[in-house]
Every structure is written in structure tokens, then in C-alpha cells.
């Protein structure tokens, strides 16, 4: 195992701690993309042909490297392998030696059934499981429960591996005691929590769970071994699940709703706030004491005032005599003298209304014009 990690190179970069130093940080290096699964399962051992005329020398422990030149460590693992679980076992006994030849055996049905209990997967289904494991070179059907010499031997077995946990049944406090005494057991680590016993109380705690994920994907009660009351307890269970998790989706939706309408009323509320303040203020810059339509106003009385008022003539220009205005009076109170006679008129021609009126226009300008200066003054506020 050492020269397996020896082998393998790793890159180091420095990153700043929480107190600021800098720490380094061990990235391992990656390494080629290959393919190292297998295309054939493990054949069974009693389907291998052994050479006998080879000369069988068991391995020890005491031999520099544990490892002889000629051929691999053969290293042999047992169990049971229901609802296949323990390839960590198989890839920590394929690792124990750089050239390992791992030898896997599992009991048969009679065998387990009568030591250990019954299992989930029959014989044949966790002969094939462990077949397709990856760390296995060969598997042993019906394998025992109790290695002996003679086992040992026809299978030229080095070594033996399992967890170093004192193992009783079939009436001895440990299975492994003549292993570990002849010094060809290689103990593994166990792994806590995963073992056939757990994986099946999990499937007992949570029966019912079970049970009706069955019937939910088409298995008949009478396949399940449920009563028609249980049947009918299940279904009803599930219509109520799916009630509750109609609801809890529709609490969620609404809440999400509900903080999708804060949110907003929110935005409506701050984009009324700006435009009320830009209305108020447009109003004020409008009519406000200062506002444009005052200057406004200003102007439009200054520019009539001008309009109105005489320009007055320059000091160079000559001065002309002014005719004297005309005064206002009231027809009925003034007594109009008859222009001078220009000599007798002729015969049959008289003064008419149309040449009275021509001599009374300009009083009525003159009366038009005061009424039009008085009425715009009063307009500007003048």
C-alpha cells in the first residue's frame, strides 16, 4: 500500500488563514483520464483449472515486502453479501498487497439461513452481485462457514481477511481464532452502520413507508402480504399525505404571494412619494410667489404698458406744433354751432345724416380708447 502512495505526487498552494498567515493547502494532482473497470465479471473458482503442477509455497508476513516475484498474494474474503453492501471490504483486502489476487466467498442459502437468518437476495442473485465487483478476481460458491486446512489449500489461499472483531457462531467465540493463530489473517476496518442487520431494520422501522411505495408502483396487497384492511388504511394514509402537501403548497404560494404584494406596494408607495414631491414642485415653480407665472404676469404688463404710453420724440427732431385735443361733451348739454357756409348749396342738394356722423368720429375713438386702456389696467392689477 505504501508504494501505491508513494507513487502518487501532490500539489501544494499557500491561502491566508483566518489569523492571516498563510497555511498551505494540499491539492492532490490529478491524474490521466483512463478506463479501468472490467468487461468480463470474476468467474467462480469452481470454473478456473488449476495448475498442480505448480508447487503451492504459502506467503507470510515475514517475507520482505510480503510479496513473492512469481505470482500475486492470493487473499481470501468471506461473507454473505445480502443487499451487496460490503465492497468496502473487497476493495480494502484488493489493497492490502500491490499484486493481490482477491478471492471472495459466499455462503449459500442453507448455510446462512441456518446461522445467520434469512436474507433478502437468494444465493444465486449475491453470487452474481459479487461476480460484478470490480476488486474481485474470483468468486467461491458455497463457501463454509468454518475455513479449514484442506479449504485453505485447494484454493491456495495466503491469506484471510475480515474485521478484526471476535466473530461467534456455530458454537465458537471466534471463527477466526485458527487464523489468526497460523498468522494468515489480515484484519480490515468495519464500517459502522452498514451491515445486512441495519439495512434490514431500516426496511422494518420504516415498513409502512415502504409498503406504500409499493402499492403506489403497482404491487398488489397480496404480493406485499398486506391484509385488505391494511390495503385500504394505506390508501387512505396517501390521500390524506397528498391533501396535507396540497395545502402546505398553497400556504407557500401564498405567502409568496403575499410577499410579492409587499414588495410591491412598496415600490408603489416610494415611486407615489417621488412623484407627488415632482408634481408639488412643479406646482410651486409655476405659482409659487416666485414662480414663472408672476415674471410672467410682470412681463405682460410691462410690454402693454409700453404699448399703450406715447414714445416720446427725440430733443433733435423739430418740434411741431401739437393741435389741441379735442374735448368731450355730452351732445345733449352742448349746442353744436352750424359750420360756415361755404356759399349757397346747390339746387337740390342737402346735407345728409352720412356727413353728421363723419364729424362725430373722432369723440367716439376717443371714448373707445379710455374704456380699453381703464379695462386692461384693472386686468394687470394696475
Not at 406596494?265 to 407615489?272: F, G, T
Amino acid at each position: 500500500m505504501e508504494a501505491h502512495g508513494s507513487g502518487k505526487s501532490s500539489r501544494k498552494r499557500k491561502k491566508e488563514g483566518s489569523n492571516g498567515e498563510a497555511e498551505e493547502d494540499v491539492t492532490p494532482a490529478k491524474m490521466p483520464r483512463c478506463s479501468v473497470g472490467l468487461t468480463e465479471p470474476a468467474p467462480f473458482a469452481d470454473e478456473i483449472e488449476v495448475p498442480h503442477n505448480t508447487p503451492y509455497i504459502r506467503v507470510t508476513l515475514r517475507r520482505p515486502a510480503g510479496t513473492p516475484l512469481e505470482r500475486p498474494v492470493r487473499v481470501y474474503a468471506d461473507g454473505i453479501f445480502d443487499v451487496f453492501h460490503r465492497h468496502a471490504t473487497a476493495m480494502q483486502a484488493k489493497q492490502l498487497f500491490p499484486n493481490t489476487h482477491l478471492i471472495v466467498g459466499v455462503c449459500d442459502d442453507d448455510l446462512t439461513h441456518k446461522f445467520k437468518g434469512f436474507t433478502v437476495m437468494n444465493e444465486d442473485e449475491r453470487y452474481d452481485a459479487v461476480s460484478h465487483c470490480r476488486y474481485v478476481d474470483e468468486v467461491v460458491r458455497n463457501a463454509p462457514w468454518s475455513l479449514s486446512s484442506e479449504f485453505l489449500t485447494k484454493h491456495r489461499i495466503d491469506f484471510v481477511a475480515h474485521d478484526d472483531i471476535p466473530y461467534s457462531s456455530a458454537g465458537s467465540d471466534d471463527v477466526y481464532k485458527h487464523i489468526k493463530e497460523a498468522g494468515m489473517f489480515a484484519p480490515t476496518q468495519r464500517t459502522e452502520g452498514i451491515s445486512t442487520s441495519d439495512i434490514i431494520t431500516r426496511i422494518v422501522r420504516d415498513y409502512d413507508v415502504y409498503v406504500r411505495r409499493n402499492l403506489q408502483r403497482g404491487y398488489t396487497a397480496k404480493e406485499l402480504n398486506v391484509s385488505f384492511i391494511n390495503e385500504k388504511k394505506y390508501h387512505l394514509q396517501e390521500r390524506v399525505d397528498k391533501v396535507k402537501q396540497k395545502v402546505k403548497n398553497v400556504e407557500e404560494r401564498s405567502k409568496e404571494f403575499v410577499q410579492k404584494v409587499e414588495e410591491k406596494s412598496i415600490d408603489l408607495i416610494q415611486k407615489w412619494e417621488e412623484k407627488s414631491r415632482e408634481f408639488i414642485g412643479n406646482f410651486l415653480q409655476m405659482f409659487g410667489p416666485e414662480g414663472a407665472l408672476k415674471h410672467m404676469l410682470k412681463e405682460g404688463k410691462g410690454r402693454m404698458l409700453q404699448a399703450i404710453s406715447p414714445r416720446q420724440s427725440p430733443n433733435s427732431s423739430p418740434s411741431r406744433e401739437r393741435s389741441p385735443s379735442p374735448t368731450f361733451r355730452l351732445p345733449f348739454f352742448t349746442k353744436i354751432s352750424p359750420p360756415p357756409s361755404r356759399g349757397p348749396a346747390p339746387p337740390g342738394r342737402t346735407t345728409s345724416a352720412r356727413t353728421r356722423r363723419t364729424k362725430t368720429k373722432p369723440i367716439a375713438l376717443l371714448s373707445l380708447t379710455q374704456h380699453y386702456i381703464s379695462g386692461a389696467c384693472c386686468t394687470v392689477g394696475y
